[in-house]
Protein backbone atom coordinates (compact mmCIF):
# COMPACT_ATOMS: atom_id res chain seq x y z
CA UNK A 1 0.00 0.00 0.00
CA UNK A 2 1.71 3.20 -1.07
CA UNK A 3 0.45 6.24 0.81
CA UNK A 4 1.10 10.07 -0.11
CA UNK A 5 1.41 12.57 2.73
CA UNK A 6 1.30 15.97 1.46
CA UNK A 7 3.08 18.50 4.05
CA UNK A 8 1.09 21.88 3.95
CA UNK A 9 1.00 24.61 6.42
CA UNK A 10 -0.50 27.91 6.93
CA UNK A 11 2.89 29.75 8.70
CA UNK A 12 4.95 30.23 6.34
CA UNK A 13 7.74 33.17 7.22
CA UNK A 14 7.92 33.98 3.56
CA UNK A 15 4.54 34.03 1.70
CA UNK A 16 1.88 33.22 4.72
CA UNK A 17 -0.72 31.60 3.80
CA UNK A 18 0.86 29.97 0.75
CA UNK A 19 -0.72 26.44 0.16
CA UNK A 20 -4.23 28.30 -0.01
CA UNK A 21 -3.43 30.83 -2.41
CA UNK A 22 -5.43 30.10 -5.63
CA UNK A 23 -3.51 29.84 -8.75
CA UNK A 24 -5.01 29.05 -12.42
CA UNK A 25 -8.25 28.66 -10.47
CA UNK A 26 -7.80 26.68 -7.36
CA UNK A 27 -5.57 26.69 -4.39
CA UNK A 28 -1.73 25.40 -4.63
CA UNK A 29 -2.83 22.57 -1.90
CA UNK A 30 -5.70 21.49 -4.61
CA UNK A 31 -3.03 21.40 -7.65
CA UNK A 32 -0.61 19.02 -5.38
CA UNK A 33 -3.75 16.72 -4.21
CA UNK A 34 -4.97 16.44 -7.72
CA UNK A 35 -1.58 15.35 -9.12
CA UNK A 36 -1.50 12.61 -6.28
CA UNK A 37 -5.06 11.27 -7.18
CA UNK A 38 -4.61 11.29 -11.03
CA UNK A 39 -1.28 9.30 -9.68
CA UNK A 40 -1.71 5.34 -11.30
CA UNK A 41 0.30 3.87 -8.10
CA UNK A 42 -0.88 5.84 -5.18
CA UNK A 43 -3.31 3.90 -3.08
CA UNK A 44 -4.35 6.48 -1.40
CA UNK A 45 -3.66 10.37 0.12
CA UNK A 46 -3.78 12.32 3.63
CA UNK A 47 -3.19 16.41 4.06
CA UNK A 48 -0.40 16.34 7.29
CA UNK A 49 -0.84 19.83 8.51
CA UNK A 50 -0.38 21.37 11.95
CA UNK A 51 -2.97 21.28 15.38
CA UNK A 52 -2.12 25.25 14.90
CA UNK A 53 -5.17 26.99 15.16
CA UNK A 54 -4.01 28.76 11.89
CA UNK A 55 -4.16 25.82 9.90
CA UNK A 56 -7.38 25.36 10.39
CA UNK A 57 -7.98 26.25 7.11
CA UNK A 58 -6.40 24.06 5.83
CA UNK A 59 -8.32 21.32 7.62
CA UNK A 60 -11.65 22.89 5.99
CA UNK A 61 -10.15 22.95 2.53
CA UNK A 62 -9.14 19.45 2.73
CA UNK A 63 -12.41 18.28 4.26
CA UNK A 64 -14.73 20.35 1.47
CA UNK A 65 -11.99 18.98 -1.17
CA UNK A 66 -12.78 15.21 0.01
CA UNK A 67 -8.95 14.30 1.11
CA UNK A 68 -8.36 13.34 4.17
CA UNK A 69 -6.34 15.44 6.86
CA UNK A 70 -4.07 14.87 9.88
CA UNK A 71 -3.23 17.06 12.45
CA UNK A 72 -0.07 17.02 14.58
CA UNK A 73 2.83 19.14 15.62
CA UNK A 74 4.03 21.89 14.02
CA UNK A 75 7.70 21.93 14.18
CA UNK A 76 8.30 18.19 14.71
CA UNK A 77 7.16 17.02 10.69
CA UNK A 78 8.77 13.96 10.86
CA UNK A 79 6.52 12.85 13.79
CA UNK A 80 3.97 14.42 12.47
CA UNK A 81 4.59 12.44 9.11
CA UNK A 82 4.92 8.91 11.16
CA UNK A 83 1.33 9.77 13.15
CA UNK A 84 0.27 10.80 9.99
CA UNK A 85 0.84 7.17 8.25
CA UNK A 86 0.09 5.40 11.93
CA UNK A 87 -3.50 6.78 11.51
CA UNK A 88 -4.40 5.63 8.22
CA UNK A 89 -6.99 3.26 7.73
CA UNK A 90 -5.00 0.91 5.47
CA UNK A 91 -1.63 0.40 6.85
CA UNK A 92 1.21 1.92 4.27
CA UNK A 93 4.28 -0.01 3.23
CA UNK A 94 5.70 2.71 1.35
CA UNK A 95 5.41 6.52 2.37
CA UNK A 96 5.86 9.49 -0.78
CA UNK A 97 6.16 12.75 0.84
CA UNK A 98 4.87 15.61 -1.47
CA UNK A 99 4.86 19.49 -0.26
CA UNK A 100 2.02 21.88 -0.47
CA UNK A 101 4.22 24.42 -2.55
CA UNK A 102 4.56 22.83 -5.84
CA UNK A 103 1.83 23.38 -7.62
CA UNK A 104 3.16 22.15 -11.49
CA UNK A 105 3.20 18.79 -9.58
CA UNK A 106 1.66 16.17 -12.31
CA UNK A 107 0.97 12.22 -11.33
CA UNK A 108 2.91 11.57 -14.21
CA UNK A 109 5.78 12.85 -12.37
CA UNK A 110 5.31 11.13 -8.89
CA UNK A 111 4.42 7.84 -10.67
CA UNK A 112 7.71 7.89 -12.25
CA UNK A 113 9.71 8.55 -9.07
CA UNK A 114 7.26 5.26 -7.30
CA UNK A 115 8.30 3.28 -10.36
CA UNK A 116 12.09 3.86 -9.86
CA UNK A 117 11.70 2.99 -6.46
CA UNK A 118 10.24 0.33 -6.63
CA UNK A 119 12.18 -1.07 -9.66
CA UNK A 120 15.23 -0.49 -7.37
CA UNK A 121 17.28 -1.83 -4.24
CA UNK A 122 17.43 1.50 -2.66
CA UNK A 123 15.45 2.36 -0.16
CA UNK A 124 14.74 5.71 0.02
CA UNK A 125 14.42 7.49 -3.66
CA UNK A 126 14.05 11.46 -4.35
CA UNK A 127 13.69 13.65 -7.48
CA UNK A 128 16.26 16.69 -8.49
CA UNK A 129 13.80 19.45 -9.58
CA UNK A 130 13.38 21.81 -7.13
CA UNK A 131 9.31 22.47 -7.44
CA UNK A 132 8.15 18.94 -8.98
CA UNK A 133 9.50 17.24 -5.36
CA UNK A 134 9.14 13.45 -4.86
CA UNK A 135 10.39 11.41 -2.16
CA UNK A 136 9.93 7.77 -1.78
CA UNK A 137 10.64 5.38 1.30
CA UNK A 138 9.50 2.84 3.03
CA UNK A 139 7.16 2.57 5.91
CA UNK A 140 10.37 0.63 8.06
CA UNK A 141 12.68 3.61 7.27
CA UNK A 142 9.66 6.51 8.31
CA UNK A 143 8.97 4.35 11.57
CA UNK A 144 12.92 4.23 12.92
CA UNK A 145 13.34 7.76 11.64
CA UNK A 146 10.77 9.25 13.82
CA UNK A 147 12.44 7.06 16.91
CA UNK A 148 15.69 7.64 16.52
CA UNK A 149 16.58 11.00 15.02
CA UNK A 150 16.84 13.68 17.66
CA UNK A 151 18.24 17.09 15.86
CA UNK A 152 15.82 19.49 15.22
CA UNK A 153 16.85 19.84 11.45
CA UNK A 154 16.07 15.87 11.41
CA UNK A 155 12.53 16.16 12.51
CA UNK A 156 11.92 19.32 10.79
CA UNK A 157 12.37 17.92 7.61
CA UNK A 158 11.39 14.71 6.47
CA UNK A 159 14.24 13.28 4.65
CA UNK A 160 16.95 14.06 5.62
CA UNK A 161 18.18 11.73 8.44
CA UNK A 162 17.90 8.90 5.43
CA UNK A 163 20.07 11.64 3.03
CA UNK A 164 22.69 11.92 6.14
CA UNK A 165 23.14 7.96 5.92
CA UNK A 166 22.62 7.39 9.30
CA UNK A 167 21.38 4.11 8.51
CA UNK A 168 23.50 1.49 7.38
CA UNK A 169 21.03 -0.71 5.85
CA UNK A 170 19.45 2.19 4.51
CA UNK A 171 20.18 2.78 0.85
CA UNK A 172 19.25 5.90 -0.92
CA UNK A 173 19.28 7.37 -4.30
CA UNK A 174 19.92 11.30 -4.24
CA UNK A 175 20.21 12.63 -7.47
CA UNK A 176 22.42 15.63 -8.43
CA UNK A 177 20.13 19.31 -8.10
CA UNK A 178 19.12 20.24 -11.88
CA UNK A 179 19.24 23.98 -12.75
CA UNK A 180 15.82 25.94 -11.62
CA UNK A 181 13.21 27.08 -8.91
CA UNK A 182 9.55 26.06 -9.54
CA UNK A 183 8.27 25.94 -5.93
CA UNK A 184 6.74 28.57 -4.22
CA UNK A 185 8.74 30.20 -1.53
CA UNK A 186 8.12 33.96 -1.94
CA UNK A 187 5.59 36.57 -3.37
CA UNK A 188 8.31 37.10 -6.58
CA UNK A 189 7.45 32.50 -6.89
CA UNK A 190 3.66 32.89 -6.80
CA UNK A 191 3.63 35.41 -9.37
CA UNK A 192 6.01 33.08 -11.69
CA UNK A 193 4.16 29.90 -11.18
CA UNK A 194 1.14 31.80 -11.50
CA UNK A 195 1.96 33.22 -14.80
CA UNK A 196 3.14 29.98 -16.26
CA UNK A 197 0.18 27.75 -14.92
CA UNK A 198 -2.57 30.80 -16.31
CA UNK A 199 -0.79 30.66 -19.96
CA UNK A 200 -0.80 26.61 -19.42
CA UNK A 201 -4.60 27.20 -18.81
CA UNK A 202 -5.28 29.88 -21.77
CA UNK A 203 -3.45 27.04 -24.16
CA UNK A 204 -5.80 24.26 -23.08
CA UNK A 205 -8.74 26.22 -23.16
CA UNK A 206 -8.10 27.93 -25.99
CA UNK A 207 -6.87 24.16 -27.48
CA UNK A 208 -10.70 22.90 -26.47
CA UNK A 209 -12.42 25.92 -28.20
CA UNK A 210 -10.93 24.95 -31.39
CA UNK A 211 -11.44 21.51 -30.80
CA UNK A 212 -15.37 22.40 -30.10
CA UNK A 213 -15.63 24.50 -33.54
CA UNK A 214 -13.74 21.66 -35.32
CA UNK A 215 -10.43 23.82 -36.05
CA UNK A 216 -8.30 21.23 -34.56
Known amino acids: MILAIIQARMSSERLPGKVLKE ?3 KPMLGHVIDAAKD ?8 VATSTMASDLPIVDFCMNYKVGVYTGSLDDVLDRYYRAALSYPDKPTHIVRLTGDCPLLTGEVIDRVITLYLASDFDYVKNAVDGYDVEVFSYECLLAAAKLATEP ?5 VGLY ?10 CYIPDKIVGKYSVDTREDFEK ?7 QKNVMYGMTAARRMGDI
Not at 39 to 46: A, I
Not at 153 to 157: L, T, V
Open 193 to 199: IRGVMEC
Open 153 to 157: ADREH
Open 162 to 171: FQKGNFDWID
Open 23 to 25: IAG
Open 39 to 46: SKLLDGVV
